[in-house]
């Protein structure tokens, strides 16, 4: 959405690092989130960030966060082919969740 | 088991035609959404119920009208279809631990294609 915004496209070696950025207008959401889609199914939650954190890392998954400069991101360590979809970002804002545009990730041998 | 269902997985129909499509979801969560996935995979919401109470109602045509018979069960029925209807409509359900946690889960998406 326009209140959301996102690389389009991304792709990395297998073995590599991914990292995927977004920024972000509204300031106001408590949660920033990250979601996962891989091709013919739904969303579902890979992670989250509460907004008064830097950073947050969940095994292969490290998520930083810039309140300043309003920035979000992903890095993905070691990144694998099951890792290929789209990812999106996420903030709250007037109750509803705001998605990004999603940048898709293809995962290279 | 599934968490999120939906149903049918494919639709395809011809314009004008009235269809419906419906989520159950077994979480026992409070709240569930409606949202649209164009093909350039932008997301936007349609639509949120919390325990049967029409809470969100963004600018969709009144073709399309939400229902919630209980908190498990959200369908959407979209009437005189149109082109521009195709797209994969997704249902979502979650219960926010507090007031600005929105941790969703999605069902598989029905793809909806209007001839």
């Known amino acids: 959405g326009e209140d959301v915004e996102q690389s389009l496209f991304l792709s990395v070696r297998e073995g590599d690092s991914s990292v995927i950025n977004c920024t972000y207008t509204?300031?106001?959401?408590?949660?920033l989130y990250w979601y996962k889609q891989e091709p013919g199914a739904g969303l579902q939650l890979l992670t989250y960030?509460?907004?008064?954190?830097d950073m947050k890392q969940d095994q292969r998954l490290t998520v930083l966060l810039n309140k300043k400069d309003k920035h979000l991101s992903l890095r993905i360590a070691d990144t694998q082919t099951g890792d290929s979809a789209i990812y999106f970002c996420?903030?709250?804002?007037?109750?509803?969740?705001?998605f990004g545009a999603g940048t898709q990730v293809v995962v290279t041998p | 088991d599934t968490a999120v269902s939906q149903t049918p997985k494919y639709l395809v129909t011809q314009m004008g035609n009235d269809k419906s499509i419906k989520c159950e979801q077994n979480?026992?969560?409070?709240?569930m959404y409606w949202y649209k996935q164009d093909s350039k995979k932008f997301l936007k919401i349609m639509f949120s119920?919390?325990?049967?109470?029409?809470?969100i109602n963004e600018t969709v045509p009144n073709r399309f009208s939400p229902k919630s018979p209980d908190k498990a069960h959200l369908n959407l029925h979209i009437n005189s279809l149109e082109l521009g209807d195709s797209a994969v409509y997704f249902c979502?359900?979650?219960?926010?631990?507090?007031?600005?946690?929105?941790?969703?889960?999605f069902g598989p998406g029905t793809r909806l294609t209007v001839t």
């Open positions: 979502a359900s979650s219960t926010p631990r507090d007031v600005s946690s929105y941790e969703q889960y």
């Open positions: 509204d300031s106001s959401s408590t949660y």
């Open positions: 960030i509460f907004s008064n954190m």
């Open positions: 996420a903030g709250v804002s007037w109750g509803k969740l705001q």
């Open positions: 979480l026992g969560h409070d709240t």
């Open positions: 119920y919390n325990n049967k109470e029409l809470i």
